[in-house]
């Protein structure tokens, strides 16, 4: 029996809804999955699983950004059922998102690099377990290319409030994730690796990071006039996303 729709599921919905023009995504003429956005010949929603986890994420979305097929924020939200998504605006604050980093059932964390905060912004590299506190830990990531995230952080004083959770190179190097021009330029599927590690959750550290991969693969297959019709890596990537999502 297939997953019910997840909030990008929704997200996605909504933003096309309104769009005054179709997206035109690199592959537009393909035929696509209406919910992981890959061919249907590459679909991996029957392999999604919901993972048993105690931390939440939020992703703020640049404008478009929830359209495109290759954004990997949604991946978050295959797998870890308390994920929240919304799309960012200049000019006005989704009430929701205030109420979600208000909420006392959470500690909301603002993932960004350290040399970006506020004067007054408290930095941490790691979280803490408080014995005298059952708040889950709310990931706040920023959806969006680097450009846009830092433009999204610059002008919403509202995430200047929140404690900054800041990875360093060693960090990045210890699960072996991909790098960017830039040691903190990773892939927001894979920022959120790093934060289920921060909060001790290693085996999902894993499986996201499986996910992300067969995710990468199935995108390449999709994109390719000229795949190949040996298709036993993606079968691989399932399997090893199947055993680390039962770990």
Request: glycine share 4%; aromatic share 10%.
């Amino acid at each position: 029996m297939s997953l019910p729709q997840h909030a990008v599921h929704r997200l996605y919905q909504y933003r096309k809804a309104i769009s005054s023009r179709p997206y035109m995504a690199r592959g537009k003429n393909l035929v696509r999955c209406e919910l992981c956005l890959l061919a249907q010949k590459f679909c991996t929603c029957h392999a999604r699983k919901v993972l048993d986890s105690k931390v939440s994420f939020l992703l703020i979305m640049y404008d478009d950004e929830v359209l495109k097929p290759s954004n990997s924020g949604r991946l978050i939200a295959d797998l870890i059922e308390d994920t929240h998504a919304y799309i960012w605006s200049r000019t006005h604050v989704n009430r929701k998102v205030l109420q979600l980093l208000s909420d006392p059932q959470y500690q909301p964390y603002l993932i960004f690099p350290s040399e970006y905060a506020e004067k007054s912004q408290q930095v941490v590299t790691e979280i803490q377990p408080h014995a005298d506190s059952d708040k889950r830990p709310l990931f706040v990531l920023l959806d969006g290319s680097w450009r846009e995230a830092i433009k999204m952080f610059r002008k919403s004083p509202y995430l200047h409030q929140l404690p900054m959770l800041s990875f360093t190179p060693e960090s990045v190097a210890t699960y072996g994730l991909r790098k960017g021009s830039r040691d903190f330029q990773l892939g927001t599927a894979e920022v959120a690796s790093l934060a289920l590690g921060a909060a001790g959750e290693i085996n999902n550290l894993q499986a996201l990071s499986a996910w992300f991969d067969l995710f990468i693969q199935s995108s390449l297959f999709s994109r390719s006039r000229k795949s190949t019709h040996d298709t036993s890596i993606l079968d691989e990537l399932e399997q090893q996303f199947v055993v680390s999502a039962q770990l």
